[in-house]
């Protein structure tokens, strides 16, 4: 085997190294870094200039090989280390680095299929990783999510709002620069050459299906994670971008065919007019959900030194009130928000998916386009960053004429670090009062008050709550809070409570919190793991209730589920419902609840998993899924009967 290296002086070599040291020099000078990185830097690349290094040519693959896997070693590392701290760095797993180096490695390939030169290749794939990365870490200071394959639809608002903010690098981006820069100069150095170039390409393909085969089959169940840095520190983030471009192909349910909706429209599509007819009520309808909000008791008994939420548990008069299934439990808010609104179910998504995130991009039939056509002014209000979950996006796309962020909040209303609810609902109540004379409005208020984590001890919170016997601190606090989010609603429906124009307030927690594990088995005596289908949708479980300053029937409501709310809402605001509304109330009947995790069988009298569903309940599901993928992802079928406000601009909700 012949293989030779060697120093090589050429003058040409000085002014390349002059303009590359005068660049790390530039960047020294206004990012700053460590002074030894720039001597290392300038030492290294002018070595490599001046390096000759002759290889033998009847074995390119061998020197393809080593190009190629270093090349994907030193991509993935380049990646990880741009994106993350030191402590976040660490916390990927071996299996999860293979991974993302046989992601990188499948991108190197294909690139060869074009290029048929291992050297031009090894750049381009390179780079092309390096500016991916940095995208993400560009999009990551402006939103705090990271850069997913959703967002290529969304460029050109991205590019709109670029401009308003301060690009900053930071010492661990100029290192990846810089060693980009040496890893170039040394692969300008290997020169390969391929005899048959198609038998080259075959073996590209070959080699790339099997390293996609090896991640499909050891990720198959990994989610992507869409939550700030997760998706990077427990993936990896090109494996985390592929998991996002895996998700974002939802395939079409059984059964699914324009005759399939044809035959739903046909028989929903009588009453079709039923909904735009004029109302004698049209309340003011303000909906709250409130972050983390829960009653552990669905998990198990437990005491407190003190009743958790006495107003709350009180209301009886003019409401109805009960149990929700929500589709996550510990994060993800908006997708709980998404089931609220649409009346579309998790339960045919990819699990860990984010809908605002990963499918929403146009003006989808909602709660929010239902009260538009009333007349209805609809106000959301969401005392946090407006980038959060990429609402900032996703509102006006809704349909919303109004939203109110951080920024419109008293900041000094804060309990822990969070802006209270009282304060969120006193901006509820100033919006009522400064509404037009025949203004009719809706508004939606997303609470932060009880955001995780509970850990931490506050000056400017005092814990009224504890658990008797043993407990943890998390779930002290937590309790706390609780007992503050019924104070802050018992003033809000006081103050309603003497206005004589009718008023409908919904109210729900998103989700369960995500406390220390140790305090579960306190709970159920097993803890999170080893539950039955019952037990473990009992971490799903959230209370609601629906309360009218006017009279309607109390009621309690055993289980039901957040995709059903809106059109209780609506039934209990005395809204003649659409089409789509009329579905799920007549499913609701005969299927109360459905989640991520199942749905609640009443002929069998227990949770069970979709596909164990029979009879009428496996019809209800079945036609379920398919009005949703119609909503969802059928562009050119998509029913103008079920699905009406559809806005005209492209995309999928």
Same mark, same amino acid.
């Given at each position: 085997?012949?293989?030779?290296?060697?120093?090589?002086?050429?003058?040409?070599?000085?002014?390349?190294?002059?303009?590359?040291?005068?660049?790390?020099?530039?960047?020294?000078?206004?990012? %700053?870094?460590?002074?030894?990185?720039?001597?290392?830097?300038?030492?290294?690349?002018?070595?490599?200039?001046?390096?000759?290094?002759?290889?033998?040519?009847?074995?390119?693959?061998?020197?393809?090989?080593?190009?190629?896997?270093?090349?994907?070693?030193?991509?993935?590392?380049?990646?990880?280390? #741009? #994106?993350?701290?030191?402590?976040?760095?660490?916390?990927?797993?071996?299996?999860?680095?293979?991974?993302?180096?046989?992601?990188?490695?499948?991108?190197?390939?294909?690139?060869?299929?074009?290029?048929?030169?291992?050297?031009?290749?090894?750049?381009?794939?390179?780079?092309?990783?390096?500016?991916?990365?940095?995208?993400?870490?560009? *999009?990551?200071?402006?939103?705090?999510?990271?850069?997913?394959?959703?967002?290529?639809?969304?460029?050109?608002?991205?590019?709109?709002?670029?401009?308003?903010?301060?690009?900053?690098?930071?010492?661990?981006?100029?290192?990846?620069?810089?060693?980009?820069?040496?890893?170039?100069?040394?692969?300008?150095?290997?020169?390969?050459?391929?005899?048959?170039?198609?038998?080259?390409?075959?073996?590209?393909?070959? #080699?790339?299906?099997?390293?996609?085969?090896? *991640?499909?089959?050891?990720?198959?169940?990994?989610?992507?994670?869409?939550?700030?840095?997760?998706?990077?520190?427990?993936?990896?983030?090109?494996?985390?971008?592929?998991?996002?471009?895996?998700?974002?192909?939802?395939?079409?349910?059984?059964?699914?065919?324009?005759?399939?909706?044809?035959?739903?429209?046909?028989?929903?599509?009588?009453?079709?007019?039923?909904?735009?007819?004029?109302?004698?009520?049209?309340?003011?309808?303000?909906?709250?959900?409130?972050?983390?909000?829960?009653?552990?008791?669905?998990?198990?008994?437990?005491?407190?030194?003190?009743?958790?939420?006495?107003?709350?548990?009180?209301?009886?008069?003019?409401?109805?009130?009960?149990?929700?299934?929500?589709?996550?439990? %510990?994060?993800?808010?908006?997708?709980?928000?998404?089931?609220?609104?649409?009346?579309?179910?998790?339960?045919?998504?990819?699990?860990?998916?984010?809908?605002?995130?990963?499918?929403?991009?146009?003006?989808?039939?909602?709660?929010?386009?239902?009260?538009?056509?009333?007349?209805?002014?609809?106000?959301?209000?969401?005392?946090?960053?407006?980038? %959060?979950?990429?609402?900032?996006?996703?509102?006006?796309?809704?349909?919303?004429?109004?939203?109110?962020?951080?920024?419109?909040? $008293?900041?000094?209303?804060?309990?822990?670090?969070?802006?209270?609810?009282?304060?969120?609902?006193?901006?509820?109540?100033?919006?009522?009062?400064?509404?037009?004379?025949?203004?009719?409005?809706?508004?939606?208020?997303?609470?932060?008050?009880?955001?995780?984590?509970?850990?931490?001890?506050?000056?400017?919170?005092?814990?009224?709550?504890?658990?008797?016997?043993?407990?943890?601190? $998390?779930?002290?606090?937590?309790?706390?809070?609780?007992?503050?989010?019924?104070?802050? *609603?018992?003033?809000?429906?006081?103050?309603?409570?003497?206005?004589?124009?009718?008023?409908?307030?919904?109210?729900?927690?998103?989700?369960?919190?995500?406390?220390?594990?140790?305090?579960?088995?306190?709970?159920?005596?097993?803890?999170?793991?080893?539950?039955?289908?019952?037990?473990?949708?009992?971490?799903?479980?959230?209370?609601?209730?629906?309360?009218?300053?006017?009279?309607?029937?109390?009621?309690?409501?055993?289980?039901?589920?957040?995709?059903?709310?809106?059109?209780?809402?609506?039934?209990?605001?005395?809204?003649?419902?659409?089409?789509?509304?009329?579905?799920?109330?007549?499913?609701?009947?005969?299927?109360?609840?459905?989640?991520?995790?199942?749905?609640?069988?009443?002929?069998?009298?227990?949770?069970?998993?979709?596909?164990?569903?029979?009879?009428?309940?496996?019809?209800?599901?079945?036609?379920?899924?398919?009005?949703?993928?119609?909503?969802?992802?059928?562009?050119?079928?998509?029913?103008? #009967?079920?699905?009406?406000?559809?806005?005209?601009?492209?995309?999928?909700?």
């Amino acid at each position: 085997m012949k293989f030779k290296i060697r120093l090589e002086y050429d003058w040409k070599n000085n002014i390349r190294a002059s303009i590359a040291i005068a660049l790390a020099v530039l960047l020294y000078a206004t990012v %700053g870094y460590h002074p030894a990185a720039l001597l290392v830097f300038g030492a290294a690349y002018y070595l490599i200039k001046t390096l000759h290094i002759e290889l033998d040519e009847r074995l390119p693959w061998l020197w393809t090989g080593l190009l190629f896997v270093g090349g994907a070693v030193f991509s993935t590392f380049s990646v990880q280390y #741009l #994106l993350l701290d030191a402590q976040l760095f660490a916390r990927l797993s071996t299996e999860k680095w293979l991974l993302n180096i046989l992601c990188v490695l499948v991108v190197y390939l294909l690139i060869q299929l074009f290029t048929g030169n291992s050297s031009v290749s090894c750049i381009i794939a390179s780079v092309s990783l390096l500016v991916l990365a940095f995208i993400n870490y560009f *999009v990551y200071l402006f939103r705090g999510n990271e850069f997913s394959i959703a967002d290529i639809r969304a460029v050109g608002t991205g590019l709109s709002v670029a401009s308003t903010y301060a690009l900053r690098l930071n010492d661990r981006g100029v290192y990846v620069l810089l060693a980009e820069t040496l890893f170039i100069a040394l692969v300008r150095k290997c020169e390969i050459r391929f005899q048959g170039r198609w038998h080259m390409r075959l073996i590209d393909f070959l #080699l790339g299906a099997l390293c996609c085969i090896a *991640v499909v089959l050891n990720a198959g169940n990994v989610n992507t994670e869409t939550w700030e840095q997760k998706g990077t520190y427990l993936n990896g983030y090109v494996l985390n971008f592929a998991l996002g471009v895996r998700d974002s192909f939802v395939r079409p349910p059984e059964g699914y065919s324009a005759e399939a909706v044809e035959e739903l429209e046909q028989q929903y599509g009588e009453d079709a007019e039923a909904y735009c007819q004029p109302d004698k009520k049209d309340p003011t309808i303000i909906v709250i959900m409130n972050e983390s909000f829960a009653d552990l008791h669905t998990i198990g008994d437990f005491e407190t030194n003190r009743p958790l939420t006495p107003f709350i548990d009180s209301l009886k008069e003019n409401t109805v009130k009960g149990y929700a299934l929500s589709s996550v439990f %510990g994060a993800k808010t908006p997708n709980s928000e998404w089931e609220f609104l649409s009346g579309n179910s998790m339960a045919f998504l990819p699990t860990g998916s984010v809908v605002y995130q990963q499918y929403m991009n146009s003006t989808p039939a909602s709660l929010v386009s239902n009260l538009k056509e009333r007349g209805y002014t609809c106000v959301a209000m969401h005392p946090y960053y407006a980038t %959060g979950w990429s609402r900032n996006q996703v509102y006006p796309d809704l349909g919303y004429d109004e939203m109110h962020f951080i920024d419109d909040f $008293d900041q000094t209303k804060l309990l822990r670090e969070y802006i209270t609810d009282e304060e969120l609902y006193d901006k509820i109540i100033d919006r009522y009062e400064n509404r037009g004379r025949k203004e009719k409005l809706y508004l939606m208020g997303i609470t932060m008050q009880n955001h995780g984590g509970y850990g931490q001890a506050y000056d400017n919170f005092d814990e009224e709550c504890f658990k008797i016997g043993r407990s943890y601190t $998390d779930a002290n606090q937590y309790f706390s809070l609780i007992h503050e989010s019924d104070k802050a *609603v018992e003033k809000l429906i006081s103050y309603f409570s003497g206005e004589e124009d009718p008023v409908e307030i919904v109210f729900f927690g998103d989700h369960q919190p995500s406390l220390c594990s140790s305090f579960y088995p306190l709970l159920n005596n097993k803890g999170l793991s080893g539950l039955t289908e019952d037990e473990l949708e009992n971490l799903y479980k959230v209370p609601f209730f629906i309360w009218t300053n006017y009279d309607t029937p109390e009621e309690e409501v055993d289980i039901t589920s957040l995709n059903f709310l809106s059109t209780m809402t609506l039934e209990r605001a005395g809204i003649a419902l659409a089409p789509y509304n009329r579905f799920l109330s007549e499913m609701q009947k005969t299927v109360p609840a459905i989640n991520s995790r199942g749905y609640y069988s009443k002929e069998a009298g227990k949770f069970l998993h979709l596909e164990e569903a029979e009879g009428e309940e496996a019809e209800w599901i079945r036609r379920y899924r398919i009005l949703q993928y119609n909503s969802m992802f059928d562009k050119k079928g998509r029913s103008s #009967l079920f699905f009406p406000y559809y806005g005209q601009k492209e995309g999928s909700f």
